[in-house]
């Protein structure tokens, strides 16, 4: 989030927001200054002039209100639209660069966008209404006396280096909170996404400690940065009261010196009041402004475009080599994978005992994951190594991916020239008879709160969209393992009579599926522990 930027969101009504600023500050200004003749008229025994002066003080705060209320509105609007070009910015940088997890993503979109409109955007606009207070009352204080100016200038700068003093400490504060939002937003993805599992075992005690000591830490950090900040509040506070006191002890003396009238004396102190609450006002702002700047910068570095890859990628994916292939975790453990090759075309059936690695390899062919050691290549056609379009492989998760959308989207992917094809698909996948029990049939929308389709019907819209699509080599992970045998071999029967390249991980096929396939490759999981 930049000040430039926020006022290229909406160019014209950033100038009629600069221009309604003004007005305020000049109101504002203007109603404080007319006590002086007001006041000495009053004193004179001008009855009459003093109350029309008054007059004109109470009209100017009326106007200066309402002008107040509205560009606060406006200011608001202004916001909200460059947030909402900023949002759009980072979720294309999302969509082209996948370098973080959903909860990171989450923390950005919203806990980081908060905190920015109520430590940048509200800042910014208390710095410039402030500034134009400043201006319009440093001009009058010129006019009743000089010194008063020395001394507010001097006093001024020490009330601006008084934020120094809490600087590095709000700044890591609110940092830390951004740590802990994050954190406590993983905790509800890892432990709440498997609910279920938590129920049927009974481990509600779990959830709630692990729930309890995340949810502390993250209140923890905001009652630490509240306290820094109500530090900070202080020292600035006490700044402020000790310069308001010395401005008007030296207007006093001014007056009992003869050098300005009661009215002037009295109209120094309200004046001192308004530079001095500016100047805390703008101390708070610029402390606020700085304590965001870690998650500023973070945000600025998400909103630029992602280069494009020029790098040019091939399709042709005639052939799939993989060599001394080795995967290590983290935690240590190893696995080994036999040398593989598979040709164009090919239908092979990968199976092998739970942990062996297959869904990980598929992680490592579609470039998820790193290696420790081996190598994963495509060749095309002639033979020759290339780096493979993997924008182009089609691959279907046990989990099926589906979007808040009819079904028809969820399977052409909201590419409307392929929507005379659906049907088709459909019915190569077994999932006409599922469509035509719902009234809407391709029309019903995918309700992933209520979950109005079963497991086998999302994987059959999964297998639909990927076939509509021509993706030429597909890898299928547990795919179909919702799916009734029946239906499953008539689904493989369409995809084994094509001339897809299929990597298809089973483990509960029997003989006559194995059978369809071209040929099996059993991972052994040769394992080892690197201590």
Not at 189 to 203: C, P, T, V
Not at 365 to 378: A, D, N
Not at 493 to 500: A, G, P
């Amino acid at each position: 989030m930049t000040i430039s930027g926020l006022i290229k969101s909406q160019k014209w009504r950033f100038a009629l927001i600069f221009l309604l600023f003004i007005l305020v500050a000049g109101l504002n200004t203007a109603a404080s200054y007319f006590f002086k003749p007001a006041t000495d008229a009053l004193v004179k025994g001008n009855l009459n002039t003093s109350l029309s002066f008054f007059v004109v003080m109470i009209g100017a705060g009326i106007i200066s209100i309402i002008l107040d209320a509205i560009v606060q509105t406006i200011y608001s609007h202004q916001v909200q639209d460059y947030i909402g070009l900023l949002r759009q910015k980072i979720v294309h940088h999302f969509y082209q660069k996948n370098d973080q997890t959903v909860t990171e993503m989450q923390n950005e979109l919203g806990n980081n966008f908060d905190m920015l409109t109520d430590n940048y955007a509200t800042p910014v606009q208390t710095l410039i209404s402030n500034s134009f207070t400043l201006i319009f009352t440093i001009g009058v204080l010129v006019q009743l006396n000089w010194t008063l100016v020395i001394l507010t200038a001097i006093l001024a700068i020490l009330n601006l280096l008084t934020p120094r003093i809490m600087e590095k400490a709000t700044s890591k504060a609110n940092q830390q909170v951004s740590i802990e939002n994050s954190k406590l937003l993983k905790t509800i993805d890892h432990w709440l996404g498997g609910i279920q599992e938590l129920r049927r075992y009974s481990s509600f005690s779990e959830l709630f400690r692990t729930m309890n000591k995340t949810d502390s830490n993250f209140e923890g950090s905001n009652i630490h940065s509240a306290k820094v900040q109500s530090l900070s509040l202080f020292i600035s506070s006490l700044a402020n009261t000790i310069s308001q006191i010395a401005i008007s002890l030296w207007a006093g003396v001014l007056f009992f010196q003869g050098k300005m009238t009661i009215g002037a004396a009295l109209v120094v102190g309200d004046f001192a009041s308004q530079i001095f609450n500016a100047i805390w006002i703008y101390e708070q702002a610029m402390t606020q402004l700085k304590s965001v700047k870690s998650v500023n910068e973070e945000t600025k570095k998400l909103e630029k475009a992602v280069p494009k890859n020029i790098e040019k990628l091939s399709d042709d994916l005639a052939e799939l080599d993989i060599n001394d292939l080795d995967v290590k975790y983290e935690h240590g453990e190893e696995i080994h994978y036999p040398n593989i090759k598979i040709k164009q075309g090919e239908k092979v059936l990968l199976t092998g005992d739970s942990g062996t690695g297959k869904s990980t390899l598929f992680k490592v062919i579609l470039g998820q994951l790193k290696p420790k050691s081996g190598t994963v290549v495509f060749k095309d056609s002639s033979g020759k190594v290339i780096k493979p379009d993997l924008g182009k492989i089609g691959y279907i998760a046990q989990d099926s991916i589906l979007f808040p959308e009819s079904i028809q989207n969820n399977i052409t992917m909201f590419n409307s020239a392929l929507d005379s094809k659906v049907e088709e698909f459909v019915e190569k996948v077994q999932l006409k008879k599922d469509i035509l029990k719902f009234p809407d049939g391709l029309e019903t929308a995918v309700d992933l709160d209520k979950d109005n389709l079963s497991g086998g019907q999302k994987q059959k819209v999964v297998l639909a969209r990927s076939q509509i699509h021509h993706s030429k080599f597909v890898l299928m992970d547990e795919a179909t393992s919702a799916i009734d045998s029946e239906a499953t071999k008539k689904i493989l029967q369409e995809l084994l009579k094509s001339d897809v390249t299929l990597i298809l991980i089973a483990h509960n096929f029997d003989q006559n599926l194995r059978a369809m396939f071209d040929r099996e490759i059993h991972l052994k999981g040769v394992k080892s522990n690197d201590n």
